[in-house]
């Protein structure tokens, strides 16, 4: 009997051995949701599916820049668990329908928090849980696209309170700090004693809009208190105010009982809502959190690196996982949403929270790797916004514009779609908006197009370098895609007003800098000051020409003084202390912003891969880490993060468009990347390690490679590329002119 159990687990274990020795290990054990909740990330670390409406997460209840998404590691207290938050942004907005449990009190319209331990809190991809020691009360979260799972369990209690607050948003109590919303009108109403609906209007960073919800409790409430604008009112089926907090009142609690909350939203109207609650068919809460993980583990597996440092792979896994809170699906679980023009449209699979400014550098060409069967909703979801409001979006969110940011930066995720085969919208159509939009009179464009560059002295924000350089390049972009057309007019045009960057290049000064509309220089300058720039100034923008850069080192007198001035760019301090976050200029102009992050691979136009490698790993390995800390600015809807999948692996679209990804200093020892064709293609890197970070030669699928770049095609054939490192920059490899980057594979 002893020998046949011997025999039997002898079996069992070698049976499991083999399973885990063929199933990929799981990679939402790396996520760290916490990363980028301190300082300037602007993360947040709730519940959430991947693009998932419902975004459900603690609000600490304070106000200001550090709150944009709610929630900053620095606070000790938490204030309610709301469904929408921004991700990475440096907008204050959001954060609507409120929920918040309290034991043994009274119905109060007041702010109520909770003091909480970072020790007590946990935070996994689809999954929150905190405990709320001012209550004794443990809160868990989890969600579906549309619909938000509350699980809280309460001590022994006199009575428990569920507060649903509609006013609070991001504003707290009225219009404050940084860019707050102010709640307009709230409206709630009882349908039973176990299901409630409502809506929250409000004016925020992006203007008006209105969210429509449903809640449904596990158990039957045992009483409704409404607070309308603070004042109690005698119904306890309907409210409507500025400002409105219902009280959900249960009977008191027995230690480790469990209430549930579904909270569904829609844009629409109630009936999405109600229709949201169904994605939770009942109240198993371990089952929707195991489906959320499981959803994230699909998404993140699109990448798998190799690597025995731990801190780098939860930076890593992080950064994807960050990548895909946004854009997030828009229509609701009917298919509805509100319009650009306020009409109610039926369309799936729509998307919102487009901070195109920062992610069509990065993050959407990331997804034109890893998220290809998706870009053709985005993509479409533009093309209907173009429809309902005139023109494509440049910083949308509930199909709002908010008009904050320069250039037409849907134009180059769409060409960048329409040049790399992905089909699936109306490339027509597309093609129309891209040229419409070019050609409207906003954000000073009209001078654009009228003086060859934007005067600064038109412009009431003086931002004229900026909007020149950046409509430049969109430019360029419409260009390509007019050639791929075969409409020869339209590529001369768009080509020539791709050149207008060097209408406002000096060079006496070897930078870019703002003109009057009489052509005069303007006056005092000075390259690190911001007057013509947004966010940014000369030391950034000047290096701001991706469609053109070997016209940039002609224009500064050929690769010798283009290198010079950017060791310039890297090497000065101007006598302040240098922290791992300012690298001489390029650290005051802030690498933790969008401009910046082409620059470390320009050496690499000029024959010197070898300092880019120097510069990508200082930043890879200084500016980021698995803390809280981790990211070194607004990680604006998964740039920032972006940048550090795509560099970790080894390269990067210095032109997003162009097709070509510049070799940097690789992090992982290989990265296997799982195309949207289905074919994988790896990135090893041989003899990595902390100091050998040159590349010394490259293999494409078994072939010597010579180039400092690699294409998108060559990467759609799937296969392998193999760099091989070493402690000293090689003087070879990557060095001819004919194997340096610059000229559009398109």
Known sequence: MILKEYVLLTITIIFLFGCNQSSPERLTRYVNPFIGTDEDGHTFPGALVPFGMVQLSPDNGDRGYNWCAGYHYSSKNIGGFSHTHYSGTGAEDL??????????????????????????????????????????????????????????????????????????????????GHNGDLPLECYFRKISNNTFVGSRRSIGFVGER???????????????????????????????????????????????EQLLVKVAISSANVEGALAGLEEIKDWDFESVKNSASNAWEGELGKIRVTSGDQAFKESFYTAA?????????????????????????NGKNIYTLSSLWDTYRAAVPLFTLTQTERQPAIIQTFLEFYKQHGL????????????????????????????????????DLAYEAMKTTANEDIRESDYYRQYGYVPDDLDPRQRGVTKTVEYAFDDWCIAQVARRRNNSADYDEFMKRSGY?????????????????????????????????????????????????????????GAGKF?????????ATDGRKSNLKNNGYYGLSEFSNEPSHHVPYLYSYIGKPWQTADKVNHILTNFYSNQPNGLCG????????????????????????????????PLANQSVITLGNGKQFSVKAENLSKKNIYIQK???????????????????KGGELVLSMGVKPSETWGTRTEDLPGISEN
């Not at 996982?321 to 023009?341: E, I, K, Q, S, V």
């Open 321 to 345: 996982y960050h990548c895909y809170f946004a854009p997030f699906r828009f229509d609701d679980a009917l298919g509805n949403y509100t319009g650009a023009d306020k009409k109610i449209y």
């Open 392 to 427: 494509l979006p440049s910083w949308e969110l509930y199909f709002n514009e908010a008009n904050v940011m320069p250039g037409y930066h849907a134009v180059p995720i769409i060409a960048d779609a329409m040049l790399k085969g992905i089909q699936g919208f109306d490339g």
């Open 210 to 256: 209105i969210i429509y919800f449903a809640a449904q409790t596990s158990k039957p409430v045992d009483d409704v208190t409404i607070f309308a604008d603070s004042v109690r009112v005698n119904s306890k089926e309907m409210g409507r105010a500025v400002r409105l907090v219902s009280s959900l009142t249960f009977p008191g609690t027995k230690k480790g």
């Open 563 to 571: 290198g010079q001035k950017l060791d310039s760019l890297y090497n």
């Open 634 to 665: 607004n990680d604006d809807c998964g740039q920032m993060s972006a940048w550090y999948i795509l560099s970790s692996i080894g390269f990067y679209p210095v032109n997003p468009v162009n097709g070509q990804y510049v070799f940097g200093s």
């Open 501 to 557: 960057w060097k209408n406002l290049f000096d060079s006496k000064s070897g930078f870019v800098r703002a003109k009057d509309s009489k052509g005069q220089w303007m006056l005092p300058f000075n390259p690190r000051e911001s007057i013509g720039f947004q966010e940014g100034n000369a030391w950034i923008y000047t290096w701001y020409v991706p469609q053109d850069l070997n016209g940039l080192i002609t224009a500064m007198g």
């Open 698 to 716: 490259a293999s494409l699928n078994g072939m010597p490679y010579t180039r400092s770049y690699i294409t998108h095609s060559d990467i759609l």
């Open 95 to 176: 954060c609507d329908i409120s929920l918040f449990p309290l034991v043994n009190m009274e119905a109060s319209p007041k702010p109520i928090r909770s003091e909480f331990s970072h020790q007590d809190e946990i935070a996994k991809p689809g999954y929150y849980s905190v405990y709320l020691k001012s209550f004794d009360i443990k809160a868990e979260l989890t969600a579906t696209i549309h619909c938000g799972l509350h699980r809280y369990t309460f001590p022994e209690s006199k009575n428990a309170i569920i507060k649903l607050d509609l006013g609070v948003g991001n504003g707290v109590e009225a219009r404050v």
